[in-house]
Every structure is written in C-alpha cells, then in structure tokens.
C-alpha cells in the first residue's frame, strides 16, 4: 500500500451533492475524478490523464467555494489568450457555469465578479519573461489549464505569488495532459509526477491516485517525504523558516468518469481512437512515456503476459526486416517473427537483430527465412522495408530475389513501421500481445527486445 494521506471529502462536496438533490439545475462534480480532485486538502494537486475526464469543468468549480468571501481572488492561466477564448474553451465553460451563481462577465479582463465582491480572472503567461507581471500580486488560489504547456521557470516563480491575507490558505490547482520526461517544455511536470507514474507502461498508477506527498524545494533540487515531519526532521540543520514543506498530489482522470460528455456525445471515444497512436496513448490512454521515436516499434504496455512456448493457435506469421548496412556499429537490422492467433491476441515470437554490413545482412535473413519455413511450418510472409529512393528500393528487391522459394515481399515506408499483421489501430491496444520468452525478468526481456534501433 502506497503511504501518504488520503484524500477526504470536503464539507463542499455534501453541499453539492444535497443541491443536487434539489432540482436539475444544480451544479455539482461528477462521481470519480471530479469529486476527488475537488476534495483533496493538498496545497498543489494536479489532474490529468485522458482527454475528456472533465478535468477544466473541474477546475472551473474550485473557486466556488470562496466566492462569499468578499476579498478571495483567483486567476486560471493558458500559455496563450486565444487558448481561453477559443471555441468550447475556458471562457465558454465559464458561461455556462458562473452566470448562475449571479456572477458577472468582463471581457476586458476577462474576469467574473461575484456579488458579494469575490473574483476570477483568466489569464495568459505565454512568455516566460511573463510572470514579472506579476510581481507584487496575491493569489490565493492559482489555476493551470495545461499546465504541461508552462515552463518549470513559470511555476516555480508564480508560487511565490501564491499569498494570501483574505483567509483563504494559498493553493495552487491544475489540470494537464501526458507528455514525455524529455518534452522541451513540459518535462519537469513528467519529473514532477513520477512517483504516481508505473515508470515501465507510463500509465498512472490508480492506487496512488489522490495520495498525498510532501517536498521542500532547495536550491532548485526536490526533496520529498510520506509526511511533513518528515522533511522538517530531515533539515532540522536549517532555520525553521527556510523548510516549509507543501503537499502535493496527482489525480488521474479517465473518458468514462465524464458520464455527462459521453451522454452528450457518444461519439467521442471513437474520436480518440482515431487518432494516430502517441496522440491516442497520451489522450486516450494517459500514457506519460510513449513518444515518437525512430525504429521504435512497439508500447510495453501492451505485453501483459508472455510465453514459454508457441501458441498452437497462430493462424499467419510475418517476419518483418527493418535493414541497416553498418557492420560492427551504428543503427541495427531487425527482423520480427510476429503470429496473429486466432482468439485475437498476437505473438511476438522471435526478435534477430545485429550489425552487419550488406553481404552479412542477406545472408543472415535468407538463414532465418529457413529456420522460419520450419518453425512456422510453411505458413509464414516475409515482408522488407523499402527505404524512400531509387536506392532503397533497390535494395528492397534485392532482397527479395535473395529470399526466392519464400513468399516475400518489399513495403514501401510511408509512416510508423509496424509488421503488416499490426497495421489496423484496434490490434495496437494494452492486452491484446503476448510474447515468446526464455526465463528471467520480463523488464529486462522487453528492454532487449523491443529497442530495435
């Protein structure tokens, strides 16, 4: 069990839930992610994951429960002004929510002001020369939509302006999308996160949702501990006032707790799964690794299980040859022996792979070519990649006529390099893989296997 401090339900979230009750017209968050990124007591939570969760309706809500006070102030950033008053963004939502509550609009400063005084502003920070325009400000409670879209320097600098003396306790709220650990702008908040992250599928890891950790930030290196205490102890060296430890935790959302947009629009999930495959791991799957990257095939992700022999139920097999022609160094030739079964799942049965120059290279695929034929029992396709240019095509055809008495064939590239069994998006799905392996660690099997460049 991971440590840390649950989450609890806010006195707000039974109000709502009471006003739910009352009629149609009541405003309250959704059961799952919504409740629980408006109940948490962190100082700093972020949500994300999956497109759809409901995740800017959610932030949206926060303020609300400060809008009786007369000196509470919030501001919701985006990189970029046209990212709040685009189509269906910030500003919309903020209309569809505010008004009923007898706020009004500016859009001047695109602000809501409450009738008891209270206010909400958007806001852009798109240079990070930007957040000097904020010296001198008190923010009780800052928001980020995308926060992946902000620099660390952002950030780090806007909690100094996270103050307040209206006694509402400062706090910081945000909402995000995967992005990789090397993302130029958004990595920090991949680093930021880990902990909540399986740092070997990249998805969120649901039973630390919502838990909450503590860091102190010292000379621009994170410090993190279970507890409070725990920090302060550990730089009991320090003056008191220079180890003030935050908490801080990550929420995943997913597609299917948005019961009111999938209501609304069914057909959004298949939206998502249309799109190509890093975009729909990282907005239909909240996959915080996958990225694009060249000769870099399959997610680990979608190997839950492997075997310790072949399937007897493989009804085609394909050997696909990605080639390289450097012998002793540089980039790799790979071959991958793939079967697809009949139960619907796939096999990746067999991965050969080495440096070797062009001469080496054929002889080492019409070699395999037999030792498939007989493991296959003849019911097996070659396929090779066709490299852009007279050159490559050459080279393809080549290999071809190497590989007579096989049924073989050259594929042109024209985008991600998948074996022709793999190529519609339905089969490239968590669950659906399983792979042929000898004993010993299934990490360390899948590091060798599937880094084929």
């Known amino acids: 069990m991971p440590v840390g401090v649950p989450s609890r339900p806010p006195k707000i979230i039974q109000e709502l839930r009471k006003a739910a009750a009352q009629g149609p017209r009541s405003i309250r968050p959704q059961p799952g992610y919504q409740e629980q990124f408006l109940s948490s007591p962190a100082d700093i939570v972020i949500g994300g994951g999956q497109a759809g969760a409901g995740k800017t309706f959610g932030l949206l809500m926060e303020p609300l429960r400060h809008v009786n006070n007369p000196d509470f102030g919030a501001v919701i950033f985006r ?24 706020a009004k609009s500016n859009l001047n400063d695109l602000s809501w002001t409450f009738k008891q005084g209270s206010k909400i502003r958007f806001a852009h920070m798109q240079h990070a020369t930007d957040r000097f325009t904020w010296d001198g400000a008190q923010i009780p409670l800052i928001g980020y939509d995308q926060l992946e879209s902000f620099e660390s320097i952002q950030f780090w600098y806007m909690l100094s302006r996270n103050r307040s003396t209206c006694g509402v306790k400062p706090y910081i709220r945000a909402t995000c999308n995967p992005v990789p650990e090397d993302d130029e702008v958004g990595g920090w908040l991949n680093q930021l996160i880990a902990w909540w992250i399986d740092q070997d599928t990249g998805y969120p890891i649901k039973a630390r949702g919502g838990v909450i950790r503590w860091f102190v930030r010292l000379n621009d290196v994170l410090h993190w501990a279970d507890t409070r205490q725990a920090l302060i102890d550990k730089f009991s060296d320090l003056p008191p006032e220079d180890v003030q430890p935050k908490s801080l935790t990550f929420i995943p959302g997913s597609l ?33 690794k996958i990225k694009p990257s060249a000769g870099r095939v399959f997610n680990r992700a979608w190997f839950t299980s492997r075997l310790g022999a ?59 070519a037999e030792a498939d034929r007989f493991r296959c029992r003849g019911n ?17 055809e080549a290999t071809v006529i190497n590989l007579a008495g096989h049924e073989a064939r050259a594929e042109r590239v024209t985008g991600t390099r998948l074996p022709v069994l793999v190529h519609s998006r339905h089969r490239r799905r968590r669950g659906t893989w399983t792979f042929l392996a000898p004993p010993g660690p299934k990490s360390f099997w899948l590091n060798s296997r599937l880094s084929m460049g």
Do not use: F
């Open 79 to 102: 990189r970029e002004t046209p990212q709040i008053t685009n189509e269906g963004g910030l500003w919309d939502e903020s209309e569809e929510l505010y008004p009923g509550i007898g």
């Open 380 to 396: 097996i396709k070659i396929w090779v990649e066709q490299e852009p240019g007279s050159g490559g095509k050459e080279s393809a």
């Open 310 to 368: 072949l399937p007897s139920d493989v009804i085609a097999w394909v050997r696909y040859w990605d080639k390289a022609g450097t012998e002793g160094g540089g980039k790799r030739s790979a071959g991958v022996l793939v079967g697809a079964r009949s139960c619907g799942r796939y096999v990746v049965a067999d991965v050969v792979k080495g440096h070797w120059g062009a001469r080496n290279r054929e002889e080492v695929i019409a070699q395999t």
């Open 256 to 288: 299917s707790e948005n019961k009111a947009l999938l209501a609304t629009n069914p057909e959004y999930r298949a939206n998502i799964l249309a799109l190509p495959m890093v975009e729909r791991e990282r907005l239909g799957g909240g996959n915080w």
